[in-house]
């Protein structure tokens, strides 16, 4: 007998799941709301969740009793799968349940919008003019669609019965389907330029988040209409929204969009009373207000899934997978596709006004002089030059790294990136030290002494600190901040000083205390890492940009 909790169960739910299990020996209970660290049973054995349900490695970690977590969905990116595998924990999902129900959906949402429905509803007693309530035919344009599996299939389908032109792409491509269902396998690139309107139905995976981003957007044609029943994180919203305001884009119909879940007015409430609010989550908020007040958007809270018929596939399907499951069989299980980790990109801020002199800057607000600038700005062509996409960027309190930061995402147009400062990558505070020639204090100390001040691994400085403090403070950052994010398939810029990122090249690269004096980053360089699950590295490479290194 298992102790089963159901989260997010609305009374069809209960209905239906209860018919499945009334003849186990199963005890099961309903919980109508998400799962939370509040509402769990630490004796729980199994939890069943809707995708509203963030199964996080917190929740899991209080659930010591876990052996399976049944998805009541297709997608699983709500649970950690990296946490519930760590723990023998098994995930299963619902393969399939509602390809036609989906399609229909995007074809519903698709008519509402080419045939102005919301103004139509809007009108009053005719009052409303015909001409602003003109829509458009479907039939005779051309539709693309993005993802060929089960539920492109049956977009293909409908698009073929409204007499469209379909056109269609898909990663990998299904020998034979564009004969059977009449349509033309084309690439994105053709789809995106030749397509009236766009159905996306591809799986949300690192290679297709933000798939359709200002670049991809601007190749769409004139007065296309987009259509979203897939997943919010393949389309850049930011940059729809740039889209639909210059006129490029005539629509848009979104029944997924990132940050949905402020959609529900909980969790707009929730976040207002939040004492920290992520930059990420207040930035979707923003862009979700405002696709609400375009009256070329049509914005559903994640519905395309929500039929009777589809529900009872899902319930089904997800509660034999319990019931399978406890008596031995494996059905339905989900292996986490294996995910190729973000690359992370170090920087040293451009040379500063007290780089020039020779100074050293420590804890200083010292601001970058002019060749600082130029050469943030030769960083930021270089990652265009070389196609780097950046999706977070990270650097410290200090003005000269703030200044580098900026003028790297200007210059390679990555305008919309987070940049977020942490005290944690600060540079070394040099104490009594701070503010003095280097050089002057090289012939005062002599040699020996001088070397020591700077690369010594723990050697003390009046009122500052050791290369081993910088350390202490930079590699629980890293491990804790950057790493999940690289996991997630990020790219991450960092932009530090010479002590920060030597404290983080000494970690990644194993160095060991003995050789950090002889551990240097140079100005005017990018290196690449690419980095195993630990933080370690697998391979790594160095850009460089045409500068003289400065009296440092």
């Known amino acids: 007998m298992a102790l089963i909790y159901i989260y997010d169960s609305t009374d069809i739910d209960r209905a239906q799941i209860s018919k499945v299990l009334e003849n186990t020996d199963h005890h099961w209970e309903y919980v109508p709301t998400k799962i939370s660290i509040e509402n769990i049973n630490p004796e729980t054995e199994v939890i069943s969740v809707f995708i509203t349900s963030q199964v996080t490695r917190e929740i899991i970690d209080k659930l010591p009793n876990l052996k399976l977590i049944s998805c009541r969905s297709t997608g699983f990116n709500n649970v950690d799968l990296r946490a519930a595998d760590e723990r023998g924990i098994t995930v299963t999902n619902v393969p399939s349940y509602g390809e036609s129900t989906v399609a229909e959906y995007a074809f519903t949402l698709l008519l509402?919008?080419?045939?102005?429905?919301?103004?139509?509803?809007?009108?009053?007693?005719?009052?409303?003019?015909?001409?602003?309530?003109?829509?458009?035919?479907?039939?005779?344009?051309?539709?693309?669609?993005?993802?060929?599996?089960?539920?492109?299939?049956?977009?293909?389908?409908?698009?073929?019965?409204?007499?469209?032109?379909?056109?269609?792409?898909?990663?990998?491509?299904?020998?034979?389907?564009?004969?059977?269902?009449?349509?033309?396998?084309?690439?994105?690139?053709?789809?995106?330029?030749?397509?009236?309107?766009?159905?996306?139905?591809?799986?949300?995976?690192?290679?297709?988040?933000?798939?359709?981003?200002?670049?991809?957007?601007?190749?769409?044609?004139?007065?296309?209409?987009?259509?979203?029943?897939?997943?919010?994180?393949?389309?850049?919203?930011?940059?729809?929204?740039?889209?639909?305001?210059?006129?490029?884009?005539?629509?848009?119909?979104?029944?997924?969009?990132?940050?949905?879940?402020?959609?529900?007015?909980?969790?707009?409430?929730?976040?207002?009373?939040?004492?920290?609010?992520?930059?990420?989550?207040?930035?979707?908020?923003?862009?979700?207000?405002?696709?609400?007040?375009?009256?070329?958007?049509?914005?559903?809270?994640?519905?395309?899934?929500?039929?009777?018929?589809?529900?009872?596939?899902?319930?089904?399907?997800?509660?034999?997978?319990?019931?399978?499951?406890?008596?031995?069989?494996?059905?339905?299980?989900?292996?986490?596709?294996?995910?190729?980790?973000?690359?992370l990109f170090l920087v040293r801020h451009g040379e500063s006004e007290w780089n020039a002199t020779g100074q050293w800057s420590g804890t200083s607000d010292v601001h970058l002089d002019d060749k600082g600038f130029d050469e943030a700005t030769k960083f930021g062509l270089k990652f265009k030059e070389n196609n780097m996409r950046i999706d977070l960027a990270y650097c410290s309190e200090q003005m000269r790294t703030r200044e580098t930061i900026e003028g790297i995402l200007n210059a390679s147009q990555q305008f919309d990136v987070d940049v977020i400062h942490n005290e944690s990558i600060n540079e070394r505070d040099y104490g009594d030290y701070t503010g003095k020639n280097k050089w002057e204090m090289k012939e005062l100390l002599g040699d020996d002494a001088f070397n020591e001040l700077r690369r010594g691994w723990d050697v003390p400085v009046p009122n500052g600190e050791t290369l081993k403090m910088v350390y202490d403070r930079v590699l629980p950052f890293y491990l804790d901040t950057i790493m999940p994010n690289l996991r997630d398939g990020k790219n991450v810029l960092i932009v530090g000083h010479g002590n920060s990122i030597r404290a983080l090249m000494k970690y990644i690269e194993d160095i060991p205390d003995s050789e950090v004096a002889n551990l240097e980053m140079l100005f005017g360089e990018i290196v690449i890492y690419d980095v195993d699950d630990d933080g370690h590295v697998k391979a790594k490479q160095i850009l460089t940009i045409d500068t003289v290194p400065p009296n440092a």
């Open 112 to 343: 509402a919008l080419t045939r102005k429905l919301q103004s139509v509803f809007l009108a009053e007693n005719g009052n409303t003019s015909q001409l602003s309530l003109t829509g458009t035919d479907l039939c005779g344009k051309t539709l693309g669609v993005i993802g060929t599996g089960r539920i492109g299939q049956h977009s293909i389908k409908i698009g073929n019965g409204f007499s469209m032109n379909v056109i269609g792409y898909d990663a990998f491509p299904k020998e034979g389907l564009d004969e059977e269902l009449n349509f033309t396998y084309k690439s994105l690139d053709e789809v995106l330029s030749e397509s009236d309107f766009i159905t996306i139905h591809t799986p949300y995976l690192p290679a297709t988040h933000h798939l359709i981003n200002a670049e991809n957007l601007t190749k769409m044609k004139k007065g296309a209409v987009l259509v979203n029943t897939a997943r919010g994180e393949i389309v850049d919203t930011n940059a729809l929204i740039e889209s639909l305001n210059s006129g490029h884009l005539s629509g848009a119909a979104l029944d997924v969009v990132e940050g949905e879940a402020l959609l529900n007015h909980d969790e707009e409430v929730a976040l207002l009373r939040s004492h920290e609010i992520a930059p990420e989550l207040l930035k979707h908020s923003v862009e979700i207000s405002i696709l609400k007040k375009m009256p070329n958007v049509i914005i559903s809270p994640h519905n395309a899934f929500n039929t009777i018929e589809a529900i009872e596939r899902i319930n089904t399907t997800s509660t034999l997978n319990i019931v399978d499951f406890w008596y031995g069989n494996m059905p339905n299980k989900v292996t986490a596709p294996t995910k190729e980790l973000g690359k």
